[in-house]
């Protein structure tokens, strides 16, 4: 769900209110689309912690390792990046300064495969699990994902499937290889 706008009392609002509507069984992720600068980020963060979240993900500027290492540490969320880290040297410093807790690559802002498979290794060496980006090559991801044991999950996005003679196929919320 996205959060971040220019309301953050109404992003929360409406986090609770999907909360409320669909309980404990729903798991809800937020994504702040780099939306907020650290102050907001923290103080609404806090005020979202009652409503029992998977992930906040990119709550501010993905170039604030610093920032995002004070989120992951007060925070009771746990803080996702990745669609706008581009190298594997990025994802190394963000997990040696313990600001994120689930690494997002997507492999075609990596710089493919090799680069991603190595995102993922280096998240394995650390027990953080790998949820890819999906953005524009999705099709992609589901190959990657069966291929590493720290992916439990893909972001999934349906569009652009008519362009594949074998679309991402989900079935009862699980991927089908």
Request: with cysteine; charged share 25%; hydrophobic share 40%.
């Amino acid at each position: 769900i996205k959060v971040g706008g220019p309301s953050p009392a109404e992003d929360v609002s409406r986090i609770g209110e999907i909360r409320k509507r669909f309980g404990d069984s729903l798991t809800i992720m937020i994504d702040g689309n780099e939306g907020w600068d650290f102050n907001t980020a923290m103080y609404w963060g806090k005020r979202l912690e009652p409503y029992d979240l998977y992930w906040f993900e990119e709550p501010i500027h993905a170039d604030d390792i610093e920032g995002h290492a004070v989120l992951a540490r007060e925070l009771e969320i746990p803080i996702s990046v990745g669609e706008n880290l581009m190298t594997r040297f990025a994802f190394r410093d963000y997990v040696k300064a313990r600001a994120v807790e689930f690494l997002q690559p997507d492999v075609t802002r990596v710089g493919g495969i090799t680069e991603w498979l190595k995102i993922a290794d280096l998240a394995d060496c650390y027990n953080l699990p790998v949820v890819p980006h999906s953005g524009d090559m999705m099709q992609i991801h589901q190959h990657l994902v069966g291929a590493t044991q720290n992916s439990p999950m893909l972001e999934y996005i349906p569009w652009g499937q008519e362009l594949f003679i074998h679309p991402v196929r989900i079935n009862k919320g699980f991927l089908a290889l």
